[in-house]
């Protein structure tokens, strides 16, 4: 598990829950991406499962030497499940939310609680939603539910009015930096580009880091640029192609909403004329609908992207 940085409030509340024993049988966790949600769920668990119970309410994730607090960190622990959308799959099915509410009716083998976390649980699909309802309302006892979310309007009204809510800020770039730094030996330039590139997604950033993506990030800059100064078709399907591979795809989403929002910027900022401005905007706009449809439902990416670069090259009067 990582080390939790910054979340100040929430995880007062949270340990605040722990000492008194007044906790919820269902939290909501939510806020922007990649901001350390499942983290602190992560950490969360396994205070509540910690063996070490006199301790395990002074930091979130437990004493770190028990056993419990081992087997929390590599998810194995036996009172703690953990449900996310299979491999392959793009939405929770209501299956895994059936074992989930059997696992959170039996009684805890080694600890206080069942705990399980639901990351991402807008990802559900309508059954599935449906299926967590009873668990909802009639809880299990000694059973802890834990949703974490970026996107809570996905989820039924029911839902959101059974969970206790925790709102998580993004982080500042002081509590950023000092993360990408513990893990990274990047200088300063490369930082403030990574910082630059992730817009506050520190999961997306530890992915920039781990997998030395910068350049790969310019490259779609150049490409883009490129499409906008020269046209050409040709360029544009390649462009497309290369981008819409799965490893790279995600890279690919941050990249061109990234561009599309600068070119908004610069537009406006520079005094660009009014059509040109609404030009840019309608590109981005779309963009933005493609991108939360992709994550949504699993549609053919290249397409996706050739239909962003073609209003690119639009803006660029290569087709006029
Ligand atoms: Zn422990």
């Given at each position: 598990?990582?080390?939790?940085?910054?979340?100040?409030?929430?995880?007062?509340?949270?340990?605040?829950?722990?000492?008194?024993?007044?906790?919820?049988?269902?939290?909501?966790?939510?806020?922007?991406?990649?901001?350390?949600?499942?983290?602190?769920?992560?950490?969360?668990a396994q205070s509540l499962?910690?063996?070490?119970?006199?301790?395990?309410?002074?930091?979130?994730?437990?004493?770190?030497?028990?056993?419990?607090c081992?087997?929390?960190?590599?998810?194995?622990?036996?009172?703690?499940?953990w449900v996310e959308k299979e491999e392959g799959k793009t939405r929770i099915s209501v299956d895994q939310v059936r074992d989930l509410t059997r696992f959170l009716s039996l009684t805890p083998m080694e600890s206080a609680w069942k705990?399980?976390?639901?990351?991402?649980?807008?990802?559900?699909?309508?059954?599935?939603?449906?299926?967590?309802?009873?668990?909802l309302e009639e809880p299990p006892a000694n059973s802890i539910l834990i949703l974490v979310t970026s996107r809570p309007g996905m989820l039924l009204a029911t839902t959101l009015s059974r969970c206790v809510k925790y709102y998580f800020q993004s982080l500042s770039k002081e509590e950023f930096s000092q993360i990408i730094r513990g893990k990274t030996s990047l200088g300063d330039d490369q930082l403030d580009s990574?910082?630059?590139?992730?817009?506050?997604?520190?999961?997306?950033?530890?992915?920039?880091?781990?997998?030395?993506?910068?350049?790969?990030c310019n490259r779609l800059t150049q490409e883009l640029e490129d499409l906008l100064r020269q046209g050409g078709l040709g360029k544009l399907s390649e462009v497309a192609e290369y981008?819409?591979?799965?490893?790279?795809?995600?890279?690919?989403?941050?990249?061109?909403?990234?561009?599309?929002?600068e070119k908004v910027r610069d537009c406006v900022y520079s005094g660009g004329v009014p059509g040109r401005v609404r030009e840019?905007?309608?590109?981005?706009?779309?963009?933005?609908?493609?991108?939360?449809?992709?994550?949504?439902?699993?549609?053919?990416?290249?397409?996706?992207?050739?239909?962003?670069?073609?209003?690119?090259?639009r803006?660029?009067?290569?087709?006029?």
């Open positions: 598990m990582s080390e939790i940085i910054g979340h100040h409030e929430v995880i007062r509340g949270l340990r605040s829950g722990l000492v008194s024993g007044n906790l919820p049988h269902a939290f909501l966790f939510m806020g922007p991406s990649g901001v350390g949600k499942a983290t602190v769920a992560h950490g969360f499962l910690c063996a070490d119970a006199a301790r395990s309410g002074e930091a979130l994730g437990g004493c770190h030497r028990c056993a419990a081992h087997k929390v960190q590599v998810r194995c622990h036996v009172d703690l499940q705990v399980a976390i639901v990351d991402d649980a807008a990802e559900m699909n309508a059954a599935a939603a449906n299926a967590l309802l009873k668990t990574v910082i630059n590139y992730s817009e506050g997604n520190l999961g997306f950033a530890l992915s920039f880091v781990g997998e030395g993506q910068l350049e790969q981008w819409s591979n799965a490893d790279r795809f995600p890279l690919a989403h941050f990249v061109v909403r990234r561009w599309l929002m840019w905007l309608t590109v981005e706009t779309f963009s933005k609908e493609m991108f939360a449809l992709a994550e949504a439902v699993n549609i053919n990416k290249r397409l996706l992207l050739e239909g962003i670069f073609i209003k690119i090259l803006i660029s009067g290569a087709f006029l």
